[in-house]
C-alpha cells in the first residue's frame, strides 16, 4: 500500500481551525489542557498536538474529547461561513 499524500493546505486550515474550537470550547468550561487529556485517556502531548493543529484525531478521540469538555461534537467541527 502506498503511503498517503501530505494533507493539502485546505485539510491543514481546518485542522487548526478544529484545535482552535477545542481550545476555545476548553477555555470556556474553564477545563486545562491535562483534565481535558485525562478524561479522553491520551497523554497530555497527543491531546496538545491536536489542540495546535499538528495532528489530526481519530474520530473515537475527537467525540471522547466532545464528551470530556461537555460540548456537541458539530460544535467541534462545524465551518464558519
Do not use: C, F, K, W
Not at 14 to 41: F, K
Amino acid at each position: 500500500m502506498p503511503p498517503s499524500p501530505p494533507p493539502s493546505e485546505r485539510v491543514l486550515a481546518r485542522r487548526r481551525a478544529v484545535g482552535d474550537q477545542i481550545r476555545a470550547a476548553r477555555l470556556h468550561r474553564n477545563l486545562t489542557q491535562e483534565t481535558v487529556a485525562l478524561r479522553v485517556g491520551m497523554t497530555l502531548g497527543s491531546y496538545n498536538r491536536i489542540e495546535q493543529g499538528h495532528a489530526s484525531p481519530l474520530l473515537d478521540n475527537l467525540i471522547r474529547i466532545a464528551d470530556a469538555i461537555g460540548v456537541p461534537l458539530a460544535h467541534l467541527v462545524r465551518e464558519e461561513r
